[in-house]
């Protein structure tokens, strides 16, 4: 079965900190995509990249950068941890730029203290 | 960004009503999809509808797209508690999302 899987489904941080979250998918999926995920808010999305080492900001993406040195990995990163980035996020991959779905991990739920 | 309007916001309901949920978008779009989040996981694909009029059935959950191609329906007939979830619509040419339903169907 195809998986994207996000390497914590909780994490508490405090503020201030580094924050790597990891995406990984195994479908050989060309474009993967950061989304988080806020009550009343819905997705909103932070980065994306339709290629190894391409990214593009999406529509937040200030306080995070991303990293997409292999196909198949693609990290978000919190520079510094803020408690306003408390928040469910989400990881997804597509093949190719046509009409094919998003395929999405489970999450990751931050909790920034 | 142009945004995906989903209504009604909130729905609750016992097994085995109808009810139905829609999508509208200010301008045409080419294809869309709906997907389904169940609590505490990530959104799963249900269907795409591509062409304006078209219907698509998946078990009870009857997918509708209009024919202006700015909006589109979901139906669920005789809903169940396994239907509880969130559910979004998504166009293809655009990475955003619907706001999103939430139905919660009580036994």
């Known amino acids: 079965d195809v998986k994207v899987t996000q390497s914590s489904r909780y994490l508490v941080k405090r503020t201030g900190e580094k924050v790597f979250l990891e995406c990984v998918q195994d479908?050989?999926?060309?474009?993967m995509f950061w989304y988080r995920q806020d009550p009343g808010l819905g997705l909103r999305l932070i980065y994306f990249s339709y290629d190894v080492k391409m990214k593009e900001k999406g529509d937040i993406p200030e306080g995070y950068s991303v990293s997409r040195e292999k196909k198949e990995r693609f990290s978000l990163i919190l520079e510094s941890a803020s408690t306003n980035q408390t928040s469910m996020y989400l990881c997804?991959?597509?093949?190719?730029?046509?009409?094919?779905?998003?395929?999405f991990g489970s999450g990751t739920r931050l909790t920034v203290v | 960004t142009q945004l995906l309007e989903q209504s009604p916001q909130f729905l609750s309901i016992q097994e085995g009503e109808n009810l139905t949920v829609y999508c509208n978008s200010s301008?045409?779009?080419?294809?869309l999809q709906w997907y389904r989040q169940e609590p505490g996981e990530g959104p799963v694909l249900l269907v795409t509808v591509v062409t304006g009029g078209e219907v698509k059935k998946l078990k009870r959950l009857t997918f509708q797209f209009g024919d202006a191609r700015k909006d589109s329906s979901l139906h669920i007939t005789a809903a169940q508690p396994g239907d509880t979830g969130l559910y979004l619509c998504?166009?293809?040419?655009?990475?955003?999302f619907g706001t999103g339903t939430r139905l919660q169907v009580f036994p």
């Open positions: 997804a991959s597509s093949l190719g730029r046509g009409p094919g779905g998003y395929t």
């Open positions: 479908m050989d999926h060309e474009n």
């Open positions: 301008s045409v779009f080419s294809s």
């Open positions: 998504k166009r293809t040419d655009k990475l955003i």
